[in-house]
């Protein structure tokens, strides 16, 4: 079987009749997509690969639950987001820090422009990093899934739980945020 000539649909259905190397390719193909968006949330590396390994772990027990293949992705994000908002119910059940994820690649924004503003590699890491950390927890989660995970808000929505009004919200806002922040950079 070549890798690049199966489809993640075609995977699925094996995985779905017991087939662990097929389910063991679409993890080869999504863990570092699904490492980084938990990593970027709780800006750890030993707990992004712990829950990153348990967010494989249920999607390889519940694959047969999932209706529709072409839902993989958001499906998958679902179940990361669940994993981080249960571990930080677990570590902290009474304050929530909104400053969870603050672990940003500056290799992956360095071709980054922000409003006709161009920044070198190492100016803009920073200067994303440092904007980010002026968001609210809620806000960074939704920018990293619209701009470094290339979701859709309906998709966005789905796999946060809340309204797409909100995320549209969040993310405008979120925005707003970074413009005034980097604007200062």
């Known amino acids: 079987m070549i890798f690049r000539d199966v489809e993640d649909r075609d995977l699925i259905l094996r995985a779905r009749k017991g087939d662990v190397e097929s389910y063991n390719i679409l993890v080869s193909r999504w863990e570092k997509r699904v490492y980084n968006y938990i990593l970027r949330v709780v800006g750890n590396r030993d707990d992004a690969l712990d829950l990153c390994q348990d967010t494989f772990l249920k999607a ?4 047969a639950k999932l209706n529709d293949p072409a839902r ?10 669940n994993e981080t908002t249960s571990m930080y ?4 059940p009474v304050v929530e820090d909104e400053n969870l994820e603050q672990s940003v690649d500056p290799a992956s924004l360095a071709r980054a ?3 006709g503003m161009t920044f070198g590699a190492a100016e803009l890491g ?3 990093e440092q904007a980010l950390e002026r968001l609210s927890g809620e806000q960074r989660q939704v920018v990293l899934l ?3 995970q290339g979701f859709k808000f309906a998709e966005i929505a789905k796999i946060t739980g809340c309204p797409s009004s909100t995320v549209k919200s969040r993310f405008y806002s979120a925005l707003n945020v970074l413009q005034g922040a980097l604007a200062m950079a």
């Open 60 to 63: 390889y027990r519940g694959i």
């Open 72 to 81: 993989f992705p958001q499906w998958l994000f679902r179940i990361a987001h």
């Open 89 to 92: 119910r677990r570590k902290k």
């Open 113 to 115: 422009r922000f409003d």
């Open 126 to 128: 920073l200067a994303v």
């Open 146 to 148: 619209k701009v470094y």
